[in-house]
């Protein structure tokens, strides 16, 4: 089983930048790709971001242009790099390996961990 543990989250204010890690218990070498979700109150993980081995990035429209993913295999780490943040990116964020299901859908397969908490606030 996969795991999992998130850090660099915070409060910054509207405008800042904050970089996400993600630790991983295994080697993500021959993982298929590696994604950062995020969940707001009351709403559902969403996924905002995916790397796969080869390096190729997916990243939701609401975060396009403003988050980086990256992927260290040597230090089995993932990055989520924020910048030009908003009040709406306002969520816990955690990280997950993923693989494909039948119709090419992300599907997360590791253990969720205990998230990073993202706040953006003036």
């Known amino acids: 089983q996969v795991q999992l543990v998130e850090s660099g989250g915070g409060l910054v204010q509207p405008g800042g930048s904050l970089r996400l890690s993600c630790a991983v218990s295994r080697s993500i070498f021959s993982i298929y790709a590696m994604g950062w979700y995020r969940q707001a109150p009351g709403k559902q993980h969403e996924l905002v971001a995916a790397i796969t081995s080869g390096g190729s990035t997916n990243y939701a429209d609401s975060v396009k242009g403003r988050f980086t993913i990256s992927r260290d295999n040597a230090k089995n780490t993932v990055y989520l790099q924020m910048n030009s943040l908003k009040p709406e990116d306002t969520a816990v964020y955690y990280c997950?390996?993923?693989?494909?299901?039948?119709?090419?859908?992300?599907?997360?397969?590791?253990?969720w961990g205990q998230g990073t908490q993202v706040t953006v606030s003036s």
């Open positions: 997950n390996a993923l693989q494909r299901d039948y119709y090419s859908t992300y599907v997360p397969f590791g253990s």
